[in-house]
């Protein structure tokens, strides 16, 4: 085993344990927009070229975009929201766990134009329901990304 494959297992076991960690007693309308506004207000106090997107199912409950982003943020967050569904856990872990197995999204038999298992799709998870949304970042490298949206669920959580 090399040390970039034992990195990698160390990665996907603390993504793994973070997980259950995220899981919030409901989610409403207005906790999307809570939510939403968390992120765009600290991207905007930290001057970060995001685009953030939140769903409950197939419904989008908020959009916003920094200065710096283009609509090839939107397709990025589309794809990474395809693969966090298709799932039901983070983008970044999907992507992770490939990478340590040597794999590909193709060679699960994804077309990585539809897909992109890549960091800043979190589920958003309630308490008794599973999950019932997702919150994606889009913008910065993939590491950051999920790090602002597990930051913003935390703030949430916190709220």
Same mark, same amino acid.
């Given at each position: 085993?090399?040390?970039?494959?034992?990195?990698?297992?160390?990665?996907?076991?603390?993504?793994?344990?973070?997980?259950?960690?995220?899981?919030?007693?409901?989610?409403?309308?207005?906790?999307?927009?809570?939510?939403?506004?968390?992120?765009?207000?600290?991207?905007?106090?930290r001057d970060?070229?995001?685009a953030a997107?939140?769903?409950?199912?197939?419904?989008?409950?908020?959009?916003?975009?920094?200065?710096?982003?283009?609509?090839?943020?939107?397709?990025?967050?589309?794809?990474?929201?395809?693969?966090?569904?298709?799932?039901?856990?983070?983008?970044?872990? !999907?992507?992770?766990?490939? %990478?340590?197995d040597g794999? =590909?999204?193709?060679?699960? *038999? /994804?077309?990585?134009?539809?897909?992109? $298992?890549?960091?800043?799709?979190?589920? !958003?998870?309630?308490?008794? %329901?599973?999950?019932?949304? =997702?919150?994606?970042?889009? *913008? /910065?490298?993939?590491?950051?990304?999920? $790090?602002?949206?597990?930051?913003?669920?935390?703030?949430?959580?916190?709220?």
């Open positions: 085993m090399t040390s970039e494959h034992d990195e990698l297992r160390t990665l996907v076991a603390a993504l793994e344990a973070e997980a259950p960690t995220l899981t919030l007693p409901r989610f409403t309308e207005d906790d999307a927009w809570t939510l939403g506004s968390w992120l765009w207000h600290t991207a905007r106090e970060l070229p995001i997107s939140i769903r409950r199912g197939e419904h989008r409950l908020f959009h916003a975009s920094r200065p710096g982003t283009s609509a090839d943020n939107d397709s990025w967050i589309e794809r990474k929201e395809r693969v966090a569904r298709r799932y039901e856990t983070a983008s970044y872990l !999907v992507g992770r766990r490939l %990478a340590a794999k =590909t999204l193709e060679d699960v *038999g /994804l077309d990585p134009l539809l897909h992109a $298992a890549h960091g800043g799709c979190v589920p !958003v998870v309630v308490a008794g %329901a599973g999950m019932v949304g =997702t919150v994606t970042v889009s *913008g /910065l490298h993939q590491s950051d990304d999920h $790090a602002l949206a597990v930051e913003a669920l935390r703030a949430l959580q916190a709220g």
